[in-house]
């Protein structure tokens, strides 16, 4: 018999207005995380320490931060959707208490890292904490039950507990989270569109084994159109795909995949 290990997710969001939404974290064993926490107290870095204030991108605080990161944790997962296809696809389209860029990504995210799990041959389960989202979080989490049974059983079996939502001062490994969804959309939105190169953090972040995902918009219209049917949801399922590309240690290789 295959023994299951949870392990623990850590996910945050960073968003630009007319740019793109990131919903990215890091998966690691609860040790690693205790450790990540320690460490992080030890280093005097301060519990209210958020990217979105930060006066210098690369400064001490946000490379020390890194740092952490890099040593405890373990595999990388982000997805990204551009405002364009959120305004253009989806938003108006849906029902209200979905009608949000967060619960399409919050799906990815969590679908995407069962099949890295997958992909790696990793019989672990992953137990989700999120940073507080208010209403929208406690509605993502309402679909979370019906989409875990009709997930396939190579994902379903690596699915753990309901997903949770906490405050990222008082649960630091948000922080590591925060540091890669912020880094993500600011070279996205910024940097990317002057044809500047990754700075050392995410260049070294996304070299790192794990999984980056896009919501495109042809796969953002498949969800919309059955949201929108009038027959119940639970006769059509719901269509969850995003292009996803894996980071994988060698023989396998990065490879391009979509995934439902």
């Not at 989806?90 to 990504?105: H, W």
């Not at 999984?211 to 269509?239: F, H, W």
């Amino acid at each position: 018999m295959v023994m299951l290990e949870a392990v623990d997710g850590y996910a945050d969001d960073s968003a630009e207005r007319d740019g793109a939404y990131v919903l990215a974290g890091w998966t690691g064993t609860a040790p690693r995380w205790e450790d990540f926490s320690e460490e992080y107290e030890k280093a005097g870095l301060p519990r209210t320490l958020h990217m979105k204030t930060v006066r210098r991108p690369r400064g001490a605080r946000v490379r020390k931060l890194a740092e952490l990161t890099e040593r405890f944790a373990s595999y990388r997962i982000d997805c990204l959707l551009h405002q364009g296809n959120y305004d253009d696809i989806f938003k108006g389209k849906v029902p209200p208490e979905i009608d949000s860029p967060y619960f399409p990504l919050f799906f990815q995210v969590i679908l995407a890292t069962a099949r890295l799990l997958d992909r790696i041959g990793s019989d672990d389960t992953v137990d989700w904490i999120f940073d507080e989202q208010g209403d929208i979080g406690v509605e993502s989490v309402r679909w979370y039950y019906w989409i875990k049974e009709r997930a396939r059983p190579n994902l379903k079996r690596r699915l753990g507990a309901t997903p949770i939502f906490r405050d990222d001062n008082k649960l630091l490994p948000l922080k590591a989270a925060d540091l890669l969804a912020w880094q993500i959309r600011r070279h996205v939105t910024y940097e990317q569109p002057k044809g500047e190169p990754l700075n050392p953090i995410l260049d070294s972040f996304l070299a790192r084994h794990g999984v980056s995902c896009n919501m495109t918009g042809p796969y953002l219209a498949e969800m919309v159109k059955v949201l929108r049917k009038d027959q119940p949801i639970d006769q059509t399922g719901l269509i969850l795909k995003a292009q996803c590309r894996f980071f994988l240690a060698k023989p396998h290789g990065v490879k391009n995949a979509t995934h439902s």
